[in-house]
């Protein structure tokens, strides 16, 4: 397994030129055969090119050639162990007696940081924006985090013809947790005669298609600097400017009224959101969760079942009730707001002596029992309660809605893999986080929702009057 680093002959280290030019055959994209060809002398070796895509192919002609006692190189680009093709090479040569060596090359990460400058001198974090592996929550909830930490971020993948708008989205989420000014690298070949680099920042990269899949995208930190026109991510060796840590986002408020903050608040969230494949519904209950923790890594764990929110909507116009799992969520739902849709809110009285097998809050939901038929139910602390109301739904008592956000890690997530297997209208937030604060968000979110929707249908009716 052969890693060719950025294609140049200068930059090709020698035990990949030892391993190429003892190879009786070389398997690999096409592209990546070519780079060889020009690399090393290739007369005499039979080559097996193969198109874009097809990796998996190329590994099994390569232990195929291989099992029949010939040398094989099997070519990557940079370095075949950073999202190459040594991990798949590995999983299938299991139990065959081939022996395989891994050669690593100049991954494109370094190429590109020495084109740069120096932004890779503390903690990074390289993630690849293909979502052909990888959902694109996925990529999103690791961004979240890697921002979170204040880590210079490398882009593999940045963008295809496919994926025009891949880097821009990667770019908004970017733009909620660092400065617009925030310097930016892209480097295309690093290297190469077809070289291109360019120098710029967080705001020129938003809104704007992106198709180059052969770029490397580098985007500074709190500590990186342009120093003479390179990227320099500071460690601390001088005496520079000490970065906030943890980091944080200041909009400033003064002279703002609460409303005024509230307003300014979800409107930076509502640009963060931007990334994010939600409808206009969905987001302003994304919204009001991520206003709750102001944590935006909770965006991509958040599940809807189809039409949850319009279900929820339909449900309070109705004046369904509204049930909770505690008294502290009672506290925090808006009273004007469920009241002039016709809406009770309550907790289960329950009882404090549960029988065996119930905790009080799963108890108290079962002892209701006719009560939740048709209800909307917001669950953000026992997960015991949400596996009860699931139970409970296979029964043919079905609450109208479950916000299941339970917290913890006794319980939890076996509790929402329940609520999203069940055939309930549902929303819900994946794995161990969750909390009384989002299940009150979730549930104030959608009764402006009903209340605008009801203000809305009664001005129709009035026009029509």
């Given at each position: 397994m052969v890693g060719l680093g950025p294609g140049v002959k200068e930059l090709l280290t020698p035990l990949a030129r030892m391993a190429l030019e003892a190879a009786q055959d070389l398997v690999g994209y096409r592209e990546y055969l070519r780079r060889a060809e020009a690399l090393v002398s290739c007369e005499g070796k039979s080559l097996y090119p193969f198109p874009m895509g097809g990796e998996l192919e190329r590994c099994r002609k390569a232990l195929e050639l291989a099992e029949r006692g010939r040398r094989v190189a099997l070519i990557s680009s940079g370095d075949p162990g950073i999202y190459g093709m040594a991990g798949p090479l590995l999983d299938m040569v299991r139990g065959k007696r081939i022996e395989v060596e891994i050669i690593p090359g100049i991954p494109a990460l370094s190429a590109v940081a020495a084109r740069l400058g120096a932004p890779l001198m503390g903690d990074f974090a390289l993630i690849s924006l293909s979502d052909l592996l990888v959902p694109w929550e996925g990529i999103l909830y690791r961004l979240e985090h890697a921002l979170a930490a204040d880590m210079v971020l490398v882009f593999y993948n940045p963008g295809s013809p496919r994926r025009r708008y891949h880097l821009s989205r990667a770019m908004r989420v970017v733009a909620h947790g660092r400065s617009l000014d925030t310097p930016v690298g892209v480097v295309s070949r690093a290297f190469s005669l077809q070289e291109r680099k360019w120098l710029g920042a967080v705001r020129d990269l938003m809104d704007r298609e992106f198709t180059d899949m052969s770029a490397t995208v580098v985007v500074g930190s709190s500590r990186t600097r342009v120093v003479d026109g390179r990227m320099v991510t500071d460690r601390g060796y001088g005496a520079g400017e000490e970065p906030c840590w943890p980091p944080t986002v200041e909009l400033g408020q003064e002279g703002l009224s609460g409303s005024e903050i509230e307003k300014r608040s979800l409107s930076f969230?509502?640009?963060?959101?931007?990334?994010?494949?939600?409808?206009?519904?969905?987001?302003a209950v994304v919204a009001r969760a991520v206003h709750a923790v102001a944590d935006f890594s909770i965006v991509p764990l958040v599940r809807f079942s189809q039409g949850a929110v319009a279900r929820g909507v339909e449900l309070l116009m109705k004046g369904a009730p509204i049930w909770v799992d505690t008294r502290m969520a009672l506290a925090g739902i808006s009273r004007s707001l469920a009241e002039g849709l016709g809406c009770r809110v309550g907790v289960p009285p329950g009882a404090d002596d549960?029988?065996?097998?119930?905790?009080?809050?799963?108890?108290?939901?079962?002892?209701?029992?006719?009560?939740?038929?048709?209800?909307?139910?917001?669950?953000?602390?026992?997960?015991?309660?949400?596996?009860?109301?699931?139970?409970?739904?296979?029964?043919?008592?079905?609450?109208?809605?479950?916000?299941?956000?339970?917290?913890?890690?006794?319980?939890?997530?076996?509790?929402?893999?329940?609520?999203?297997?069940?055939?309930?209208?549902?929303?819900?937030?994946?794995?161990?986080?969750?909390?009384?604060?989002?299940?009150?968000?979730?549930?104030?979110?959608?009764?402006?929702?009903?209340?605008?929707?009801?203000?809305?249908q009664s001005k129709k009716r009035e026009n029509r009057g």
């Amino acid at each position: 397994m052969v890693g060719l680093g950025p294609g140049v002959k200068e930059l090709l280290t020698p035990l990949a030129r030892m391993a190429l030019e003892a190879a009786q055959d070389l398997v690999g994209y096409r592209e990546y055969l070519r780079r060889a060809e020009a690399l090393v002398s290739c007369e005499g070796k039979s080559l097996y090119p193969f198109p874009m895509g097809g990796e998996l192919e190329r590994c099994r002609k390569a232990l195929e050639l291989a099992e029949r006692g010939r040398r094989v190189a099997l070519i990557s680009s940079g370095d075949p162990g950073i999202y190459g093709m040594a991990g798949p090479l590995l999983d299938m040569v299991r139990g065959k007696r081939i022996e395989v060596e891994i050669i690593p090359g100049i991954p494109a990460l370094s190429a590109v940081a020495a084109r740069l400058g120096a932004p890779l001198m503390g903690d990074f974090a390289l993630i690849s924006l293909s979502d052909l592996l990888v959902p694109w929550e996925g990529i999103l909830y690791r961004l979240e985090h890697a921002l979170a930490a204040d880590m210079v971020l490398v882009f593999y993948n940045p963008g295809s013809p496919r994926r025009r708008y891949h880097l821009s989205r990667a770019m908004r989420v970017v733009a909620h947790g660092r400065s617009l000014d925030t310097p930016v690298g892209v480097v295309s070949r690093a290297f190469s005669l077809q070289e291109r680099k360019w120098l710029g920042a967080v705001r020129d990269l938003m809104d704007r298609e992106f198709t180059d899949m052969s770029a490397t995208v580098v985007v500074g930190s709190s500590r990186t600097r342009v120093v003479d026109g390179r990227m320099v991510t500071d460690r601390g060796y001088g005496a520079g400017e000490e970065p906030c840590w943890p980091p944080t986002v200041e909009l400033g408020q003064e002279g703002l009224s609460g409303s005024e903050i509230e307003k300014r608040s979800l409107s930076f969230i509502e640009q963060g959101l931007a990334a994010y494949p939600l409808g206009s519904w969905e987001r302003a209950v994304v919204a009001r969760a991520v206003h709750a923790v102001a944590d935006f890594s909770i965006v991509p764990l958040v599940r809807f079942s189809q039409g949850a929110v319009a279900r929820g909507v339909e449900l309070l116009m109705k004046g369904a009730p509204i049930w909770v799992d505690t008294r502290m969520a009672l506290a925090g739902i808006s009273r004007s707001l469920a009241e002039g849709l016709g809406c009770r809110v309550g907790v289960p009285p329950g009882a404090d002596d549960p029988p065996a097998g119930y905790t009080r809050s799963a108890w108290a939901f079962e002892a209701l029992g006719e009560g939740l038929r048709g209800a909307l139910v917001a669950v953000g602390n026992a997960p015991t309660a949400l596996v009860t109301l699931v139970r409970m739904a296979k029964r043919g008592v079905r609450p109208g809605l479950v916000i299941g956000v339970p917290v913890g890690f006794v319980g939890t997530v076996r509790a929402k893999r329940a609520l999203t297997e069940s055939d309930l209208d549902y929303i819900t937030l994946l794995g161990n986080r969750g909390g009384t604060p989002i299940a009150v968000a979730m549930v104030n979110a959608l009764l402006r929702l009903a209340r605008a929707d009801h203000d809305h249908q009664s001005k129709k009716r009035e026009n029509r009057g």
